[in-house]
């Protein structure tokens, strides 16, 4: 429950980590700045300055493109800023992302290249490719790091998750219903049926959620997302004699319980 107070509150909070760590690591992309760990108190310079361009760019459009932007960026924000703080990361801010940074460029451009207003004169044509140019050159390093990533190998823990997946298509019956932590993730590889378990500490409510869904197995990961540990693992623990393992991947194992 969360009463007025929770909501400033967190509202509070998370305007602050959007301040120093999203909008920064989303917009300047070559920074380098940790979800997780305290921000410094220069992110919050950079994101006030981040935030100042966005707004110029903003008011530098014509009344209608300001209009439809102000629009879809006030109810993106907005969403976020009243969600719960544990969701965070950069991550939910990707349909924006590409605005934000556009914006802050047509705002720095508009601030350096606004006096001459003459789109005829030529004399101002190098300057604005050679910043053009720099605006690309500075993300290079992240492009690189992006593409590294993409041809890097994934986590242990993912591998055996997906691996299990498989497991799951090849031995699995074509009418299992599968409950597990990433349903999407897991369907694209056991090609089953799939659910989430009910994040809840009452382990009846729980394993009634999921006959009433009719689950037949269960996924017990080790993703290192909390609600496996802090709901379904305690449920299972409980009623053993509810549960059969069927299979497990990988140490510490990944299992594939048989709901009875």
């Not at 929770?6 to 909070?13: A, H, N, P, S």
């Not at 924006?96 to 802050?104: A, E, G």
């Not at 992006?146 to 997906?162: E, L």
Request: net charge positive; charged share 20%.
């Amino acid at each position: 429950m969360i009463d007025v107070y929770g909501w400033g509150e967190r509202i509070l909070k998370n305007a602050m980590r959007y301040l120093s760590k999203e909008i920064p690591s989303s917009i300047t992309p070559f920074l380098e700045i940790s979800e997780t760990s305290s921000a410094h108190w220069y992110h919050y310079i950079i994101g006030v300055l981040l935030i100042g361009f966005v707004v110029y760019g903003l008011i530098s459009l014509e009344f209608r493109y300001r209009l439809l932007l102000v629009g879809y960026l006030s109810g993106q924000f907005a969403i976020q800023l009243l969600w719960p703080s544990v969701w965070f990361g950069v991550r939910f801010m990707i349909p924006i992302v590409p605005i934000l940074q556009f914006l802050t460029a047509w705002g720095i451009f508009n601030l350096i290249f606004k006096a001459n207003k003459d789109k005829k004169n030529q004399a101002n044509t190098i300057p604005r490719v050679i910043f053009l140019s720099l605006l690309l050159f500075i993300n290079l390093p992240s492009v690189k790091q992006m593409g590294k990533n993409s041809n890097g190998k994934w986590p242990q823990k993912y591998i055996d998750y997906f691996t299990l997946a498989k497991w799951c298509d090849k031995t699995l019956p074509k009418d299992a219903v599968i409950a597990c932590r990433k349903p999407a993730l897991f369907y694209l590889y056991s090609k089953r049926t799939v659910t989430y378990f009910k994040d809840t500490v009452d382990d009846d409510l729980l394993l009634n959620d999921l006959k009433n869904k009719n689950t037949s197995y269960i996924v017990v990961d080790r993703l290192g997302y909390t609600s496996t540990s802090r709901y379904l693992v305690p449920a299972l623990k409980k009623n053993k004699d509810k549960v059969d393992q069927v299979c497990h991947i990988g140490k510490p194992p990944t299992f594939l319980v048989r709901l009875k």
